[in-house]
């Protein structure tokens, strides 16, 4: 439906002859790379690119490479993360987005499984045997000593479907109740639902909503959120968020929003999708 948007086109544009947007996860340089990798694939998989395009494929084709060492991604290395760690983290995160068949990022996706699922060993979380599972997985001590849990969109994505049944119900509640929300999508806990419906906040708390309803053995427990989502339909029973929603990463979607028609039809799309993923199981 939005695959042939200006936005989409745009952004096809700029793709280089490696299949990367330049940098992958730093934008250090907006006026020599004008988007990353990662901001570019997320808003191609909102725009409903998948594997069966060319795009992503020449993209993930890139990302294997970078996994299996044949390519590196541009970026500075950061000194505030296990950089090899981490990179090798949200590359495969965002194959695994659009495909399961990358055996790199597979053993990535259960190494971190084990680990989460090692911190869950006795029904809550552990963070001391988060951090030993880690360093034991990675043959390091964590940079700086210090170690935050597992809730950030990377983890949260990259694990969804490579847990035993007990482990992921821990692991959602603990998500669904943590403090934090989801770091780099919303940073409040998630079983509280966002005091006004149109805000671009919102927008982030469907954001997360949309990662853990990936978690398939789980997903009923969102009923409150879909609820909440049926409760925010217009007359015409449909949703519209309004314009302040318009950060150019999950909206728009439309090449224009200055028909009102084409904000709703947009958010309508959006949100009757996360409810049917919710309410099919």
């Not at 992958?24 to 990353?36: A, D, M, Q, R």
């Not at 943590?178 to 079983?191: A, E, N, R, S, V």
């Not at 879909?226 to 339909?233: C, E, F, I, S, V």
């Amino acid at each position: 439906m939005y695959k042939d948007t200006k936005w989409a086109r745009e952004i096809i544009s700029l793709q280089e002859e490696n299949g990367s947007w330049g940098y992958f996860h730093s934008l250090s340089e907006p006026n020599k790379y004008p988007i990353t990798t990662e901001q570019a694939l997320k808003r191609l998989c909102i725009f409903g690119y998948t594997i069966e395009d060319d795009v992503i494929q020449r993209a993930v084709r890139y990302m294997s490479d970078c996994l299996l060492g044949r390519n590196q991604i541009p970026d500075k290395r950061e000194k505030l993360h296990d950089w090899d760690v981490f990179t090798n983290l949200i590359i495969s995160t965002w194959i695994r987005k659009f495909t399961k068949h990358d055996k790199k990022a597979n053993a990535i996706s259960e190494t971190w499984a084990k680990i989460i699922s090692t911190a869950f060993t006795n029904g809550s979380y552990n963070h001391s045997e988060y951090v030993k599972a880690y360093t034991e997985a990675f043959g390091i001590k964590p940079k700086g000593g210090r170690l935050v849990d597992f809730v950030t969109f990377y983890q949260v994505s990259l694990i969804a479907d490579n847990l035993d049944n007990e482990t992921e119900n821990a692991v959602f509640d603990y998500i669904l109740n943590h403090d934090c929300g989801i770091y780099y999508i919303y940073d409040k806990p998630l079983c509280n639902l966002p005091l006004e419906f149109n805000t671009k906040l919102s927008s982030q708390y469907i954001g997360a909503i949309e990662l853990l309803s990936a978690y398939k053995n789980n997903v009923k427990k969102l009923g409150f959120i879909a609820d909440w989502l049926m409760n925010n339909q217009n007359e015409n029973g449909k949703w519209d968020m309004g314009g302040k929603v318009n950060d150019k990463v999950y909206f728009p979607l439309s090449d224009s929003w200055r028909k009102a028609e084409n904000r709703e039809n947009d958010c309508t799309y959006r949100i009757q999708k996360l409810i049917n993923s919710i309410r099919h199981f």
